[in-house]
């Protein structure tokens, strides 16, 4: 502590010895109420220390007396959110699928609970969006392997297909190749057969009636005289635009040699029965349905 | 007067003190033009703040008929004929910047009169001084009484009660009043004498009545100058043309007794005008000398104008000793010069320009807002689907804002590619072709629309894809233009 003081001439106030360009800083103190308040927040911080978990251990962390946890809030938020939604929920079981369609306020809540459910559980497989994938439907579409009325659609999300359900849609493409059925030129024929149900140009110098012939033999059984498919089997129809593995050549042939059977897993029990209403809603509302 | 210290014969003042108590500040009665206009603005600026949520305004059946009203529930904001939606929030946007540069402008003309004249804080604090010299007296008598704490009769205890009761009693109608801008105001009022109000309603009663007892009764003038933000932010914003509360120096100096004054002036000597009568520092609210130059603690209020004028008056010298001037002007005079002052110049015709502007797009942006909307938003995944024939069908969520305070039948047209054929999802009905919904008053409503163009159509890559709806009875019409994509 020295004795010696400086203080401004102009104003009569101490200066803290600082000077830039001949400006000196004055000595300001500070209000009493503003020096308090600063020690009420450092003694505030201490008790939101005790309170609250705060300080990061070795392996864990302080609880804090009140045990507080985010998450447990969370927990809460939801629970309550369940209980908010649990009358109109109710409202989507007992309804009918038609009824919920022309119903523009339970319509509303379908579409928005059935896209979250989708987004959760379907859209690994299906996109997001239902656009679907190679062997994944595209559920925007018009074509439905398994039909695409409301109940159909619901019959498919509950059992699935090929899921192992007892009520699931059984059915699958064949291995005409793999298994011994039809020889390998006899494949391309029919390959090339079935590229020309839909329209589409077929290899230089292959045979349309032999390939007819193949079809009538080998296919008929399940996707019909005229290859128009067959919901009962999950029979794609092969004279439209839409394949679910694709139309060329070497996948056709692929198809053929190997056959296909994709699996639909059932959802019956993983979800409950209002959910999986809105969910079917959601998909026929997707614009395919029919 | 400053003169250059040589650093190195600086001293550290150790000995100075780390905070400081409060000096209460003891501010003098004044009459004159800037106390009346004080008082007159006083005035509105309450009476328009009380009384506001009790002016009705007529917005036909089942809207609320409170001309200001933020509905936060439904997300409505009324102001007479306005009625804003969350979507145009940026009104409050053009709102904010009209506010900032308006008190830029008004400083860049006189200083922080916003802060002496308008600003909440010293309307409140002035009226809650008004108050305590009501009941306590003046500035000596309030001194006196403060100094006398040790021997408190109950005379002055009393005094005091009441003092405070009828702040407090200020104070919660303070916060009553705020909460009336959030519901109707006279069901609310019933509501909370019976108790029956939300506890929102009561709690921020409780937040608004503390703060403002504390802030006008017992911070006052330290709000100014230690928590606010504007002084800092004005006095980088000011300019020496500003007009100031200004003493001019080259008239008061210098200062002496008005005895002495009087005696020099009949010596034929030079005297200044000022005669250190202190007047001007006993009525400042913020309790500085004017004298000392300008400062940021001064709120420009203009009292110790009026002081000063009334003791010019007194003496036989010409008022405004203290006036709204500048520096400029101050060397102007004594350079013998006539003084000017430049309102328009650069800076304020910035100011007011940008004011302009931003006004007139606000203004722009309110006479053709549309009470019917139309949002599209197009399906992200899939972008395009492939139906079984081989046409193309793309998937909309559309969005219908109806503001009207009415239902309408709209009907919905959409321009896209050739021959496209159109689905809505859960449409209400179908005439003439075009699926026409009916929307509710006040409300959105979001529907999916399917735009589906035939094989023998399929557009090559995207065309534009218009939506137009159309109200059936007003002919309103709305629009919406997206894209139509193949895969
Ligand atoms: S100095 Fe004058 S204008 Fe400034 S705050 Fe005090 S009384 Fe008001
Ligand atoms: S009121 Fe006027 S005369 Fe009195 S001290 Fe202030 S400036 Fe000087």
């Given at each position: 502590?020295?004795?010696h003081?400086?203080?401004?001439?102009?104003?009569?106030t101490?200066?803290t010895?600082?000077?830039?360009?001949?400006?000196?800083?004055?000595?300001?103190?500070?209000?009493?109420?503003?020096?308090?308040?600063?020690?009420?927040?450092?003694?505030?911080?201490i008790?939101?220390?005790?309170?609250?978990?705060?300080?990061?251990?070795?392996?864990?962390?302080?609880?804090?007396?009140?045990?507080?946890?985010?998450?447990?809030d969370?927990?809460t938020e939801l629970?309550?959110?369940e209980?908010?939604?649990?009358?109109?929920?109710?409202?989507?079981?007992?309804?009918?699928?038609?009824e919920?369609?022309?119903?523009?306020?339970?319509?509303a809540?379908?579409?928005?609970?059935?896209?979250?459910?989708?987004?959760?559980?379907?859209?690994?497989?299906h996109?997001?969006g239902?656009?679907g994938?190679?062997?994944?439907?595209?559920?925007?579409d018009?074509?439905?392997?398994?039909?695409?009325?409301?109940?159909?659609?619901?019959q498919?999300?509950?059992?699935?297909?090929?899921?192992?359900?007892?009520?699931?849609?059984?059915?699958a493409?064949?291995?005409?190749?793999?298994d011994?059925?039809?020889?390998?030129?006899?494949?391309?024929?029919?390959?090339?057969y079935?590229?020309?149900?839909?329209?589409?140009?077929?290899?230089?110098?292959y045979?349309?009636?032999?390939g007819?012939?193949?079809?009538?033999?080998?296919?008929?059984?399940?996707?019909?005289?005229?290859?128009?498919?067959?919901?009962?089997l999950?029979?794609?129809?092969?004279?439209?635009?839409?394949?679910?593995?694709?139309?060329?050549?070497?996948?056709?042939?692929?198809?053929?040699?190997?056959?296909?059977?994709?699996?639909m897993?059932?959802?019956?029990?993983?979800?409950?029965?209002?959910?999986i209403?809105?969910?079917t809603?959601?998909?026929?509302?997707?614009?395919?349905?029919? | 007067?400053?003169?250059?210290?040589?650093?190195?014969?600086?001293?550290?003042?150790?000995?100075?003190?780390?905070?400081?108590?409060?000096k209460?500040?003891y501010?003098?009665?004044?009459?004159?033009?800037?106390?009346?206009?004080?008082w007159?603005?006083?005035?509105?600026?309450?009476?328009?703040?009380?009384?506001?949520?009790?002016?009705r305004?007529?917005?036909?059946?089942?809207?609320?008929?409170?001309?200001?009203?933020?509905?936060?529930p439904?997300s409505?904001?009324?102001?007479?004929?306005?009625?804003l939606?969350?979507q145009?929030?940026?009104?409050?946007?053009?709102?904010?910047?009209?506010?900032?540069?308006t008190?830029?402008?008004?400083?860049?003309?006189?200083?922080?009169?916003?802060?002496?004249?308008?600003?909440?804080?010293?309307?409140?604090?002035d009226?809650?001084?008004?108050?305590?010299?009501?009941?306590?007296?003046?500035?000596r008598?309030?001194?006196?009484?403060?100094?006398?704490?040790?021997?408190?009769?109950?005379?002055?205890?009393?005094?005091m009660?009441?003092?405070?009761?009828?702040?407090?009693?200020?104070?919660?109608?303070?916060?009553?009043?705020?909460v009336?801008?959030?519901?109707?105001?006279?069901?609310?009022?019933?509501?909370?004498?019976?108790?029956?109000?939300?506890?929102?309603a009561?709690i921020w009663?409780?937040i608004?009545?503390?703060?403002?007892?504390i802030?006008?009764?017992?911070m006052?003038e330290?709000?100014?100058?230690?928590?606010?933000?504007?002084?800092?932010i004005?006095?980088a914003?000011t300019d020496e043309?500003?007009l100031?509360v200004?003493?001019?120096?080259d008239r008061?100096?210098?200062?002496?007794s008005?005895?002495?004054?009087?005696?020099?002036?009949?010596?034929?000597q030079?005297?200044?005008?000022?005669?250190?009568c202190?007047?001007?520092?006993?009525v400042?609210?913020?309790?500085?000398?004017?004298?000392n130059g300008?400062?940021?603690?001064?709120?420009q209020c203009?009292?110790?104008i009026?002081?000063?004028?009334?003791?010019?008056t007194?003496i036989?010298?010409?008022t405004?000793l203290?006036g709204?001037?500048?520096?400029?002007?101050?060397?102007?005079?004594?350079?013998?010069?006539?003084p000017?002052?430049?309102?328009?110049?650069?800076?304020?015709?910035?100011?007011?320009?940008?004011?302009?502007?931003?006004?007139?797009?606000?203004?722009?942006?309110?006479?053709?807002?549309?009470?019917?909307?139309?949002?599209?938003l197009?399906?992200?995944?899939?972008?395009?689907v492939?139906l079984?024939?081989?046409?193309?069908?793309?998937?909309?969520?559309?969005?219908?804002?109806?503001?009207?305070?009415f239902?309408?039948?709209?009907a919905?047209?959409?321009d896209g590619?050739v021959?496209?054929?159109l689905?809505?999802?859960?449409?209400?009905?179908?005439?003439?072709d075009?699926?026409v919904?009916?929307l509710?008053?006040?409300?959105?409503?979001e529907?999916?629309?399917?735009?589906?163009?035939?094989?023998?159509?399929?557009?090559?890559?995207?065309?534009?894809?218009?939506f137009?709806?159309t109200?059936?009875?007003?002919g309103?019409?709305?629009?919406?233009?997206?894209h139509?994509?193949?895969?």
């Amino acid at each position: 502590m020295t004795e010696h003081s400086d203080i401004d001439h102009v104003s009569g106030t101490s200066t803290t010895g600082h000077q830039w360009d001949g400006i000196k800083e004055l000595n300001t103190p500070l209000p009493r109420w503003w020096v308090i308040t600063f020690y009420l927040t450092i003694v505030w911080a201490i008790g939101y220390w005790i309170v609250y978990p705060a300080w990061p251990l070795l392996w864990s962390h302080t609880t804090g007396i009140w045990n507080y946890s985010t998450r447990a809030d969370v927990a809460t938020e939801l629970a309550n959110l369940e209980k908010i939604r649990g009358d109109k929920m109710v409202a989507l079981g007992n309804a009918s699928l038609e009824e919920i369609e022309k119903n523009p306020a339970l319509l509303a809540l379908a579409r928005a609970r059935g896209k979250t459910v989708f987004g959760d559980n379907c859209a690994p497989c299906h996109g997001s969006g239902g656009a679907g994938a190679k062997g994944y439907p595209n559920l925007n579409d018009d074509e439905w392997l398994w039909g695409g009325s409301l109940d159909q659609i619901m019959q498919t999300i509950q059992f699935g297909a090929r899921s192992g359900h007892s009520k699931a849609h059984e059915g699958a493409m064949l291995a005409f190749g793999k298994d011994g059925i039809l020889k390998k030129d006899e494949i391309v024929t029919v390959a090339n057969y079935v590229r020309s149900l839909s329209g589409l140009p077929t290899a230089a110098g292959y045979n349309a009636a032999a390939g007819a012939k193949l079809f009538a033999d080998n296919c008929v059984a399940c996707h019909g005289d005229n290859g128009k498919g067959n919901q009962e089997l999950g029979a794609p129809n092969l004279t439209d635009k839409i394949w679910l593995y694709g139309s060329d050549e070497a996948t056709l042939i692929e198809t053929i040699s190997n056959g296909r059977a994709g699996v639909m897993p059932a959802w019956v029990g993983r979800l409950d029965p209002s959910t999986i209403k809105a969910l079917t809603v959601y998909v026929h509302s997707l614009g395919g349905g029919k | 007067m400053n003169k250059t210290v040589n650093p190195t014969d600086l001293e550290l003042d150790d000995n100075a003190p780390l905070y400081a108590a409060r000096k209460k500040v003891y501010p003098q009665s004044v009459s004159g033009t800037f106390r009346r206009t004080k008082w007159g603005l006083m005035a509105f600026c309450l009476g328009v703040y009380y009384l506001l949520p009790f002016v009705r305004w007529n917005r036909g059946l089942g809207a609320p008929d409170q001309a200001v009203l933020v509905d936060l529930p439904n997300s409505r904001f009324y102001f007479f004929f306005i009625e804003l939606w969350p979507q145009e929030v940026y009104y409050f946007t053009g709102l904010l910047i009209v506010a900032a540069l308006t008190l830029f402008l008004m400083n860049a003309v006189g200083g922080r009169i916003w802060c002496g004249y308008l600003c909440p804080q010293t309307v409140w604090t002035d009226l809650f001084y008004a108050v305590e010299r009501l009941i306590e007296g003046d500035r000596r008598e309030r001194m006196r009484k403060d100094a006398a704490k040790g021997t408190m009769k109950l005379e002055r205890f009393a005094e005091m009660l009441l003092k405070h009761s009828i702040w407090l009693m200020i104070a919660w109608w303070t916060g009553g009043a705020w909460v009336l801008y959030f519901n109707d105001a006279p069901t609310l009022v019933k509501q909370l004498i019976t108790f029956q109000a939300p506890m929102i309603a009561y709690i921020w009663i409780g937040i608004l009545t503390a703060t403002t007892y504390i802030f006008a009764g017992w911070m006052r003038e330290q709000v100014c100058v230690y928590m606010c933000p504007w002084p800092r932010i004005q006095a980088a914003l000011t300019d020496e043309w500003a007009l100031n509360v200004t003493y001019k120096y080259d008239r008061g100096e210098a200062r002496t007794s008005l005895k002495k004054a009087n005696e020099l002036r009949a010596l034929g000597q030079p005297v200044g005008d000022c005669v250190d009568c202190y007047q001007c520092v006993a009525v400042c609210p913020t309790g500085i000398d004017i004298r000392n130059g300008s400062q940021l603690d001064c709120i420009q209020c203009g009292l110790c104008i009026d002081a000063c004028d009334t003791v010019m008056t007194k003496i036989g010298r010409p008022t405004r000793l203290i006036g709204y001037d500048n520096d400029i002007n101050i060397h102007r005079r004594q350079e013998g010069k006539p003084p000017i002052y430049r309102i328009v110049r650069p800076r304020t015709i910035t100011y007011a320009a940008l004011i302009a502007a931003v006004g007139a797009i606000m203004l722009y942006a309110m006479l053709t807002r549309t009470l019917l909307d139309i949002n599209v938003l197009h399906d992200r995944n899939p972008v395009a689907v492939k139906l079984s024939d081989g046409s193309i069908r793309n998937a909309y969520t559309v969005r219908f804002l109806n503001k009207r305070g009415f239902d309408r039948a709209i009907a919905i047209d959409v321009d896209g590619p050739v021959n496209a054929t159109l689905h809505i999802v859960g449409a209400d009905s179908v005439t003439q072709d075009r699926p026409v919904i009916i929307l509710a008053r006040d409300t959105t409503t979001e529907l999916r629309i399917l735009v589906t163009a035939p094989a023998e159509n399929n557009p090559e890559k995207s065309v534009p894809v218009n939506f137009r709806v159309t109200d059936i009875g007003l002919g309103e019409v709305a629009s919406a233009t997206d894209h139509f994509v193949s895969p």
